[in-house]
């Protein structure tokens, strides 16, 4: 008797969000900073990308980064040749064992993961990715890999509250057009974004079935970096790949 096709090798989707502790970098990076353009000394950036690597269990060549701009830019990745990909806010891939890997210090870490279909996404999700659509944008591109939203799980990262993010009437006003649910009040009153709660009404209005929040805000709590508390600073991670 002749054996039949083997069964596709099953893999796990697997997410981690870094702090600011523990690493190699000097304030005002201090000191697990993994990003390469806030200036900080490129040898402490590369010996934290090699500790976090380390951490996970994945060769250092795997992590993949992106020059994020603000925008809709997805990139479906297959291998690590273009590392970083550039002028893009969101990677894709179904290829296992590549970490996708997106940088924040106030924005939204949007890691993505269909199980089923095995396919990922890393999106780097603040303000004007929200407006523009970088979200329904990186979810197309996971369809387009065999994904379905109603198998999507999505773990939104530690970002900015609505209660410290103030900003004008017309940019409140902007966002929510698109995702009415971030429109919030801050602790003083004024308007304010919750962009966490924003995105996770346009996953579930995509059809997305799982939506988790870690709800620690950067500017309130120390362990994060937060360019909107301090400054110059550094940038945690979320990363997102299949094993």
């Known amino acids: ?22 690493g ?8 697990f900073n993994l990003g390469d353009h806030v200036g900080d000394d490129p040898a402490a950036v590369a010996a934290n990308r090699g500790r976090l690597a380390q951490e996970i269990g994945v060769p250092g060549a795997s992590l993949v980064w992106m020059t994020q701009v603000h925008g809709t830019g997805v990139a479906i990745i297959e291998d690590a040749g273009e590392n970083p990909v550039v002028d893009v806010d969101a990677l894709v891939t179904a290829t296992p064992g590549l970490v996708l890997c997106v940088l924040v210090a106030d924005c939204v870490p949007v890691l993505l993961a269909d199980p089923v ?32 939203p109603a198998n999507v799980e999505a773990l939104l990262g530690p970002a900015v509250c609505g209660a410290d993010y103030e900003v004008p009437q017309a940019l409140q006003a902007e966002v929510a057009g698109v995702a009415p649910a971030s429109a919030v009040r801050t602790r003083t009153g004024t308007r304010g974004l919750d962009l966490r709660a924003g ?8 059809g997305v079935g799982q939506v988790v929040h870690d709800p620690r805000c950067t500017v309130e709590d120390r362990r994060l970096f937060s360019h909107r508390r301090d400054g110059v600073t550094g940038r945690q991670a979320g990363a997102v790949w299949l094993e």
């Open 1 to 22: 008797m002749s054996a039949g096709p083997a069964a596709p090798q099953a893999v796990r989707p697997r997410r981690v969000v870094t702090d600011r502790r523990g």
């Open 117 to 148: 279909a095995g396919v990922v996404a890393a999106v780097h999700a603040g303000r004007e990715g929200v407006r523009r659509g970088v979200v329904p944008a990186a979810l197309a591109a996971m369809t387009r890999l065999g994904a379905r």
């Open 199 to 206: 995105i996770a009404e346009v996953l579930r209005g995509a």
């Open 24 to 31: 190699h970098s000097a304030s005002p990076y201090d000191s």
